[in-house]
Every structure is written in structure tokens, then in C-alpha cells.
């Protein structure tokens, strides 16, 4: 194990200042440890990116080290999970859902162990990192692996909410949270059931579908359209497989138009996934996807890149705006 920073530290205090949601993984895993649940924990030499490090100060002999080897993490967490534990294994989601997308497969979702993979940083959120550590894929990457759940929490409190529905899931889970900047959407008491959406609310004129850091930029956009005198309504899909096929079709049958909205590159994503529903139960809405447009996304501070593909709050409703014109 490496050395752990001393909470007093420049720059521990530092990270969790810039990014405050950091600390949501390793609090709510203290907590379900201190509840008696099987958890332990590894990071591959970013316990400090992804905030393991409480974790790890907390409950040093459940927690690994595995430095920069998200490869082997994967397949040891797998390992680690047939003997009765309750892996919780974190790295960027660039490197997880591309690097470790057999270990994933063959490891952990083939042989059906309770893993439960964190990618963080995901989409466009390590902005001046570039392509390498972009995650504009990994949502297709992971929801075509048999018997793996796909989250994509919108916050902190979402987050937690899901960690602790996930200790009685039988499935693995890939979990896609952001970088710890997350704008609060729900209270921290806010009810979470995989496989469950969250509706705000369905418009006449549009329904937005959004997941992760989108929904924010999406709940904006809705209040400013509705303030305007439209119809527009919001689903907030954290769970994109199982995908909630009741709340998809439901707009479809009220919903004029039908607009997803992702960072992650429009095909194969969340886009894709309600529109294999809406093919399938041939619900009568228009579909428009909203996100990366199947491109390498470009090198700039995270704040620039959603302001350029139209992921924040204005550019959001730039796009339902157009689509109501």
C-alpha cells in the first residue's frame, strides 16, 4: 500500500476543496463496512482522484493498492469476490470501460461475481487530459456486456443512494459518476431503486431523458422552457440497463417529441438505448439524441466543453428550443 496523505495535507485539502463529492464513495462505503456489509476496496493509483483514500485511512486491511494496473484490479477483484467479499474497485472510466472491457466481460460478468466497477472522471470531464482520457464510450461498451448493470448517477446524494442499494444486487455494476463538482440535484434522504427513473415530470411538448451530469443541465433547461410557457418534462434514466421501459414509453404515448440527453457519444449510449424501446413498442414520439455527435471530443477545460456541445443548461435548452420551433 502506499503512503497515505495526512487529512492536514496541502494537497488533500486541495482536491477535496476543489471537488467536495469526492468524498461520497469512501463515506458511504465507511458506512456500509461500519453496517457489517463485506466491503473492501482498490483503486489503481488514484485513490486521491476518486476520494478511496478515507476508505483506506478507515479500513487500511480492506483496502488495496493496486497501482497503475486497472487490468489486474478488475481480475483480483473478481478473485476477491468468490471468497465471500464485496469488491468496490475505482479508476478513470476511460481506462476501465476500454482497458479492462475483457476482464469486465470475462472475469467478473461471465462469472457473475458482485463487483461492483466505479469509473469516474467519465465523458469529457478530465478536459485538458484529451482523448486518452475522455469516456465518451464507455455507456455502449458496458451495456453490451451480458448480466452487467449500467448507473449513471446525477450527484453526490444519488450516488450514495445507489451505493447502498447496490449491497443486495445480485449483478455486477458498473457505476459512471463525475469528477466530484457535481451541482446538487436531490436531497441526501432522496428515495433510489435500480432499475427505477426518477420523473420530474412529462411534458406535452417535450420529455427530456437525461442521465449523469446532464441531468442537471437538463432540470435547467426544463424550468426555463416551462417558465416560458411550453410543456416540457424531465426523466432523470440513472439506470440505463435495466432501462425503465415503462417510464420511456410513457412519454412516448404523451410526449410529442422525445429528447436524450448524454455525455457520452450519441450512438450505442442512452440515446440508443431508448431508441431500441421506442423501435421495439413502437411509441409514436419523435427521438432526438443530444450529445457528443460520434467524434473524437476535443481538448479544452471541462466548463468549455459543455458549453461547446451544448451540455449545460443554455445549450440544452438551445437544442429543445429549436426542436419546438
Given at each position: 500500500?502506499?503512503?497515505?496523505?495526512?487529512?492536514?495535507?496541502?494537497?488533500?485539502?486541495?482536491?477535496?476543496?476543489?471537488?467536495?463529492?469526492?468524498?461520497?464513495?469512501?463515506?458511504?462505503?465507511?458506512?456500509?463496512?461500519?453496517?457489517?456489509?463485506?466491503?473492501?476496496?482498490?483503486?489503481?493509483?488514484?485513490?486521491?482522484?476518486?476520494?478511496?483514500?478515507?476508505?483506506?485511512?478507515?479500513?487500511?486491511?480492506?483496502?488495496?493498492?493496486?497501482?497503475?494496473?486497472?487490468?489486474?484490479?478488475?481480475?483480483?477483484?473478481?478473485?476477491?469476490?468468490?471468497?465471500?467479499?464485496?469488491?468496490?474497485?475505482?479508476?478513470?472510466?476511460?481506462?476501465?470501460?476500454?482497458?479492462?472491457?475483457?476482464?469486465?466481460?470475462?472475469?467478473?460478468?461471465?462469472?457473475?461475481?458482485?463487483?461492483?466497477?466505479?469509473?469516474?472522471?467519465?465523458?469529457?470531464?478530465?478536459?485538458?487530459?484529451?482523448?486518452?482520457?475522455?469516456?465518451?464510450?464507455?455507456?455502449?461498451?458496458?451495456?453490451?456486456?451480458?448480466?452487467?448493470?449500467?448507473?449513471?448517477?446525477?450527484?453526490?446524494?444519488?450516488?450514495?443512494?445507489?451505493?447502498?442499494?447496490?449491497?443486495?444486487?445480485?449483478?455486477?455494476?458498473?457505476?459512471?459518476?463525475?469528477?466530484?463538482?457535481?451541482?446538487?440535484?436531490?436531497?441526501?434522504?432522496?428515495?433510489?431503486?435500480?432499475?427505477?427513473?426518477?420523473?420530474?415530470?412529462?411534458?406535452?411538448?417535450?420529455?427530456?431523458?437525461?442521465?449523469?451530469?446532464?441531468?442537471?443541465?437538463?432540470?435547467?433547461?426544463?424550468?426555463?422552457?416551462?417558465?416560458?410557457?411550453?410543456?416540457?418534462?424531465?426523466?432523470?434514466?440513472?439506470?440505463?440497463?435495466?432501462?425503465?421501459?415503462?417510464?420511456?414509453?410513457?412519454a412516448a404515448r404523451k410526449s410529442r417529441i422525445i429528447l436524450?440527453?448524454?455525455e457520452h457519444n450519441i450512438l450505442g449510449g442512452l440515446g440508443?438505448?431508448?431508441?431500441?424501446?421506442?423501435?421495439?413498442?413502437?411509441?409514436?414520439?419523435?427521438?432526438?439524441?443530444?450529445?457528443?455527435?460520434?467524434?473524437?471530443?476535443?481538448?479544452?477545460?471541462?466548463?468549455?466543453?459543455?458549453?461547446?456541445?451544448?451540455?449545460?443548461?443554455?445549450?440544452?435548452?438551445?437544442?429543445?428550443?429549436?426542436?419546438?420551433?
Amino acid at each position: 500500500m502506499s503512503t497515505i496523505l495526512h487529512p492536514d495535507s496541502w494537497q488533500y485539502r486541495e482536491i477535496n476543496k476543489r471537488a467536495p463529492s469526492l468524498a461520497t464513495l469512501a463515506d458511504t462505503l465507511i458506512e456500509l463496512a461500519e453496517a457489517g456489509h463485506p466491503v473492501v476496496a482498490g483503486a489503481a493509483d488514484l485513490q486521491y482522484s476518486n476520494g478511496l483514500v478515507g476508505f483506506a485511512r478507515r479500513f487500511p486491511e480492506r483496502f488495496t493498492q493496486f497501482g497503475i494496473s486497472e487490468q489486474n484490479m478488475v481480475s483480483a477483484a473478481a478473485g476477491m469476490a468468490t471468497t465471500g467479499v464485496m469488491p468496490y474497485v475505482a479508476t478513470f472510466a476511460s481506462f476501465l470501460a476500454l482497458l479492462c472491457c475483457e476482464q469486465i466481460r470475462m472475469d467478473v460478468a461471465y462469472c457473475a461475481q458482485p463487483v461492483r466497477l466505479i469509473g469516474h472522471h467519465t465523458g469529457i470531464s478530465l478536459g485538458f487530459y484529451g482523448t486518452s482520457h475522455h469516456a465518451t464510450e464507455d455507456i455502449a461498451i458496458m451495456r453490451s456486456i451480458a448480466d452487467l448493470t449500467v448507473i449513471s448517477t446525477a450527484d453526490g446524494p444519488q450516488f450514495a443512494a445507489a451505493l447502498r442499494a447496490s449491497v443486495n444486487h445480485p449483478q455486477p455494476i458498473y457505476f459512471r459518476i463525475s469528477r466530484g463538482h457535481d451541482p446538487v440535484v436531490y436531497a441526501n434522504d432522496a428515495p433510489f431503486e435500480i432499475g427505477k427513473a426518477v420523473v420530474h415530470g412529462i411534458g406535452n411538448d417535450i420529455t427530456i431523458i437525461a442521465c449523469g451530469m446532464a441531468v442537471h443541465s437538463a432540470k435547467q433547461a426544463m424550468e426555463a422552457l416551462n417558465g416560458k410557457g411550453h410543456s416540457v418534462g424531465l426523466i432523470d434514466m440513472h439506470t440505463i440497463k435495466p432501462l425503465d421501459r415503462d417510464a420511456v414509453m410513457a412519454a412516448a404515448r404523451k410526449s410529442r417529441i422525445i429528447l436524450t440527453v448524454e455525455e457520452h457519444n450519441i450512438l450505442g449510449g442512452l440515446g440508443g438505448a431508448v431508441a431500441e424501446v421506442l423501435a421495439e413498442e413502437g411509441g409514436g414520439a419523435r427521438l432526438v439524441r443530444h450529445g457528443i455527435k460520434d467524434e473524437y471530443s476535443l481538448i479544452a477545460p471541462p466548463s468549455h466543453l459543455y458549453r461547446h456541445y451544448k451540455l449545460d443548461g443554455p445549450g440544452v435548452e438551445t437544442v429543445a428550443q429549436s426542436l419546438l420551433a
